[in-house]
Structure formats: C-alpha cells, structure tokens
C-alpha cells in the first residue's frame, strides 16, 4: 500500500499534462492498510465501491485551476 505522505515543494511546476506520474498518484488509495483494517464493514464497502467505480472510469484530463499568487509558466504571478 502506498505511503499518505505526499512531499510539495515550493518551486513545483504545475501543468495540466497527464504524466504516468499523475496518474499513479491519482490511483493511490488515501487510506493505509491499517486504517481500511480499522473500518467499519460499512465504511470499507463504501470505499470499496468507490474503488471499483474508479477503476471503471479511469481519469483522463486534468484540469488544475490556479489562484491569486500563482507564478505562470513564463514566470508571471496570477493578480
């Protein structure tokens, strides 16, 4: 199971490409193996349904939005 930790750091590019590394991150679970063991039989049928929702419709287009402060890609910043 992949880890929760996610790293960001300050100078990230961000594009509205759809890398492989999108995409793997896009289909990690945000829960642990520990917390899914720690759910309910509810809940767990919950995200388990979700799950297969996902794998059914599989992302493809991203869209990122960006706000007041943003640096553009020719080094503008967003007012």
Do not use: K, W
């Not at 590394?21 to 899914?36: G, M």
């Not at 039989?41 to 349904?49: F, K, S, T, Y």
């Amino acid at each position: 199971m992949p880890s929760n930790d996610r790293v960001i750091t300050t100078n990230a590019r961000f594009t509205n490409t759809l890398t492989p590394e999108v995409l793997a991150t896009l289909s990690q679970s945000p829960f642990t193996d520990e917390q899914l063991a720690s759910f309910s039989n509810e809940a767990l049928a919950m995200v388990q349904e979700h799950e297969a929702y996902a794998r059914r419709h599989p992302v493809t287009a991203i869209y990122r939005f960006a706000t007041e402060g943003s640096q553009t890609r020719h080094g503008g910043i967003i007012r």
